[in-house]
């Protein structure tokens, strides 16, 4: 049962430091999507990759966030500097192709900044 | 953009009753409309999605309406068990399926009581 790997499960860290978080996508998954989750916000879209490439991260704000594919087989989303109201669940999906593919979703980093 | 909202935000039943679940989306290009079950602490699962050449699908206990007319769509599940208990999610895509852009409702607590 292939299912999406993320990686740390749980971060605490002091605000100003650098996050990052990374994710496996399924095997042969093109499309890897980042959402973060509050109780406020719901699941928000920050970004997303095809092919590695970048479609859309107008969720992102950039001026400390950024995310990458440096391979296939890894994403990467860094926080740098961290701030208190980065708090949340950050989760990683993926998706094989555009048309008709169910977006799987990992099980999330849990993030907490002090 | 996209626009989803989300009905009710809390839903306490009874064993064995039935729920419903509804959402109303903004962009009348919308043509996939996916649900995803959360429960405490895990990754949010799809449970059913319906294209917008579908007006209705289901699948045992859960089933899925959707009126392209009005830009509303609703999750109903029969016979609910405890296991139902859980925060179900409604998004809506431009693209027929998932490897795209969702934009994801508010979500809806439902529990299910003894």
């Known amino acids: 049962d292939a299912r999406v790997t993320q990686t740390p499960r749980h971060k605490v860290t002091e605000m100003g430091q650098e996050v990052t978080m990374r994710c496996q996508p399924i095997?042969?998954?093109?499309?890897v999507f980042w959402y973060r989750q509050t109780m406020m916000q719901g699941l928000e879209l920050l970004a997303y990759?095809?092919?590695?490439?970048?479609?859309?991260d107008s969720g992102m704000p950039k001026d400390r966030f950024s995310a990458e594919m440096p391979d296939a087989t890894l994403a990467t989303l860094k926080i740098q500097p961290s701030e208190p109201r980065d708090s949340a669940v950050y989760f990683c999906?993926?998706?094989?192709?555009?048309?008709?593919?169910?977006?799987?979703f990992g099980p999330g980093t849990r993030l907490l900044v002090l | 953009g996209e626009n989803v909202e989300q009905h009710p935000s809390t839903l306490s039943v009874q064993e064995g009753d039935s729920a419903v679940i509804k959402c109303t989306y903004s962009?009348?290009?919308?043509?996939?409309f996916p649900w995803y079950k959360q429960e405490l602490g895990k990754r949010p699962q799809l449970i059913i999605d319906?294209?917008?050449?579908?007006g209705e699908k289901k699948d045992q206990r859960i089933a899925v309406t959707l009126n392209k007319t009005a830009k509303h769509f609703s999750l109903h599940i029969t016979e609910t068990q405890p296991e139902d208990s859980a925060v179900y999610f409604c998004?809506?895509?431009?693209?027929?399926?998932?490897?795209?852009?969702?934009?994801f409702g508010t979500g809806t607590q439902l529990k299910v009581e003894l």
């Open positions: 999906a993926s998706a094989r192709g555009a048309e008709g593919e169910t977006q799987y």
């Open positions: 095997l042969g998954h093109n499309t």
């Open positions: 990759f095809r092919n590695r490439a970048p479609l859309d």
């Open positions: 962009d009348s290009a919308s043509n996939y």
């Open positions: 319906i294209r917008s050449n579908v």
């Open positions: 998004a809506a895509s431009p693209f027929t399926g998932g490897g795209n852009k969702l934009t």
